[in-house]
């Protein structure tokens, strides 16, 4: 009787939310200065690239570096697109004053003055370039230096902050206090130069901010040997993964730097996830850039991580939601055969409550909850922060009615690229056409026929990006705290549906092939051309359910493995108490200037306390130490059958009747079961044997 009343009053409760006001996230929720209107007119072309963009000429950078103290960087674009609108500048982000005005017409950001006048209003977010002094303590503090003598063990740091391409740049460079207040001393300076990238999730349409602070302590032992080090926030993932943006900044910052110091012996890249990412295309897309590169938490690219990632959400719809037996799922070992990824018995799933309310709220009975995959506590959401068009990453930066306006994802931040569908919206490049979720199950008998059936038949997809809404929220009366009532973005799901053979089907979706060509040659996928050395660095987050897995570094290999260019990459796997970063540095240097890698860059693991738990050319097979001790796992694609380099976003497909005929089910015989598997993969089964259908046809294809 007591429970009843619980879930009577619970049922009201919810009751009161549902008919509670659907409302816009408050403005107190974000930032201040949003983006007011859009200017027609975007300047900038994007670079025609017939073959593949590594083989394409750029076209010539006529801007007479370096740039004027006091004046702002190139900001014309010249092969990297049109400029994107809206742009949300980060000026108070950065602690600095407001950008230039450039117009009165209410384009962009609002700019007052002091004394709260309107004074313009700035599209393009410039600054311009000025000096910033800091002293670097022996303890990694960083404060401002305005002159003077220093303490025993600081370092002068000089930094130049400014824009190029309306991104903000930092040089900064290690100098004596006589060099103060000059622009050009360099008697510190050891001839190498850092380029920092960094990670995050971003969507685009914003200019960003750098930690000049956090970025300092970061490389304060590289510094402290006399390296310069450059970073812009277009090298920034958290705001965009347009690399052909980021590379354009990238050229343009790196000749800025040159023409103020002279040609560095050797330019290091390093930064981690999405830095890592940058590191890998920026080497294959523009040879020449970066002489070695430091790539930590890395994937291959964005879009091979997306392809497994957006299923994480379609899968937990499925247990929670769609399954006929929920409990089975609950065990998450079972989650582990369909996801690949790791799995922890003891660890909490991430919004457990909002989950087991929504079910209630969908008549059904809350499903118990103990432990966690990386699946549900590392991706979990990923498709409102960037597959969702209405929503982007559910912070509006721009006034309402332009939000309405605008598409916000990581497709539309390419769609230059990527193209436009008939309705207007950009291509999505994700696909699960007759995809087998849980192949690998079945075959090892996991799975029963009837569970792989239903899994298959009840996974669906993500429905059409013109489909998509907004997440559903309700807000609670008095707090600005937003109640959450579409767990997993499930209404952007595509519906299960009645077959004439009675079962409940929901459809697959498809991308457009065209699309992913051009994301192939436009160097959004990384393709394993590579001829620069790479140190592959990660702690081994797996076993916590952090999304950096170790997985991604060996596709990265095998990629390499098929163009002739693994002896490029090493693979260094740490626990997560030890950082060999200045092991690394060492390491790329020695191989920069022996031409070829030294036994100190040799493959290895280590302990927690830096001792190497083993190195050489069989540490990572499957007999050697490392992989012993830090285990590679999977992903949903791999489970369902696909190539473990990952390397392909949209399958050929094979009529059921022929892979059941050529034991694509291994020993299950799924001849009982044909009728339902020709409802469930009406084009046919991937076939896994053949290549990407939508990979260039006049390339030699990745096999696997």
């Not at 960087?73 to 742009?87: I, M």
Request: glycine share 8%; hydrophobic share 40%; charged share 15%.
């Amino acid at each position: 009787m007591r429970l009843l009343k619980w879930l009577l009053l619970l049922g009201l409760v919810l009751a009161l939310i549902l008919m509670w006001p659907r409302s816009e996230i408050p403005a107190s929720f974000f930032e201040p200065h949003p983006v007011l209107a859009v200017p027609p007119e975007r300047a900038g072309e994007l670079l025609q690239v017939d073959d593949f963009i590594g083989r394409t000429p750029r076209p010539l950078d006529t801007y007479p570096y370096p740039i004027p103290l006091g004046a702002v960087g190139p900001s014309t674009p010249l092969f990297s697109g049109p400029k994107q609108y809206p742009f949300y500048c980060a000026w108070h982000q950065m602690g600095i004053e407001p950008p230039l005005v450039d117009n009165d017409q209410g384009y962009g950001v609002a700019i007052y003055a002091d004394d709260g006048a309107l004074q313009g209003y700035s599209q393009d977010c410039l600054h311009p370039s000025r000096l910033l002094w800091y002293r670097l303590s022996q303890d990694g503090t960083v404060a401002a230096y305005q002159g003077g003598a220093l303490a025993d063990g600081e370092l002068l740091l000089r930094a130049e902050l400014g824009t190029i391409q309306r991104y903000f740049y930092l040089l900064v460079m290690p100098v004596l206090t006589d060099e103060f207040p000059l622009r050009t001393g360099q008697s510190q300076w050891n001839d190498k130069l850092i380029y920092q990238f960094h990670g995050g999730v971003g969507i685009g349409f914003r200019q960003g901010e750098l930690r000049i602070e956090r970025l300092l302590r970061n490389r304060a032992a590289q510094l402290r040997q006399g390296y310069a080090v450059i970073s812009s926030s277009a090298n920034r993932t958290s705001h965009s993964y347009h690399f052909l943006r980021a590379e354009e900044v990238a050229r343009q910052l790196k000749q800025h730097f040159i023409s103020l110091y002279g040609e560095p012996e050797m330019t290091i890249g390093i930064g981690g996830s999405g830095g890592g990412i940058a590191q890998y295309l920026l080497a294959q897309n523009a040879p020449g850039l970066l002489y070695a590169a430091i790539a930590q938490y890395s994937y291959p690219d964005m879009l091979s991580q997306v392809v497994y990632a957006l299923d994480c959400d379609l899968l937990h719809n499925y247990y929670y939601f769609n399954a006929s037996d929920k409990n089975f799922w609950q065990d998450w070992q079972h989650r582990q055969w369909i996801e690949g990824l790791s799995t922890v018995p003891d660890q909490q799933v991430r919004f457990q409550r909002e989950i087991s309310a929504i079910q209630l709220l969908s008549g059904f009975k809350p499903t118990p909850m103990a432990g966690a995959t990386q699946c549900i506590n590392a991706w979990f959401g990923l498709s409102s922060m960037v597959h969702n068009p209405q929503q982007g990453r559910l912070r509006p930066f721009v006034s309402p009615g332009l939000l309405q306006q605008q598409h916000w994802s990581y497709w539309e931040d390419l769609v230059d690229i990527y193209g436009r569908d008939q309705h207007g919206f950009a291509h999505s490049l994700w696909d699960n056409v007759g995809v087998p979720y849980g192949l690998l199950a079945l075959r090892a008998g996991q799975l029963s026929p009837e569970q792989f059936i239903e899994l298959n038949a009840r996974i669906g997809s993500w429905l059409p990006q013109h489909q998509m809404q907004p997440e559903r929220a309700r807000f609670l009366p008095i707090w600005d705290t937003p109640i959450w009532l579409s767990a997993f973005g499930r209404h952007n799901m595509a519906p299960l549906q009645m077959t004439e053979a009675g079962i409940k089907v929901a459809p697959r979706y498809r991308a457009n092939p065209k699309a992913i060509e051009r994301a192939y040659r436009y160097g959004q996928l990384f393709t394993g051309e590579l001829s620069i050395p790479v140190l592959d660095l990660r702690h081994y987050l797996d076993p916590v359910l952090d999304m950096h897995h170790l997985q991604p570094s060996f596709m990265v290999r095998e990629r390499l493995a098929q163009r002739g260019n693994q002896a490029w990459q090493r693979i260094w796997v740490s626990h997560p108490d030890y950082t060999p970063e200045s092991e690394a540095f060492a390491a790329v240097v020695d191989w920069v200037r022996g031409g070829k890698a030294p036994a100190a860059a040799s493959d290895r693991c280590f302990a927690a306390d830096g001792q190497v738990i083993a190195s050489g050319n069989k540490v990572w097979q499957s007999e050697g130490r490392c992989h012993q001790t830090y285990p590679v796992l999977s992903n949903s694609r791999q489970q369902a059958g696909a190539p473990s380099h990952g390397l392909l976003l949209q399958c050929a497909l094979i009529p059921i009747e022929q892979a059941l005929a050529r034991g694509d089910f291994g020993a299950v015989d799924m001849t009982p079961w044909l009728g339902e598997l020709k409802h469930i993969f009406p084009d046919g089964l991937c076939d896994y044997q053949q290549p990407d259908l939508a990979y260039p046809p006049d390339w030699r294809y990745f096999e696997d």
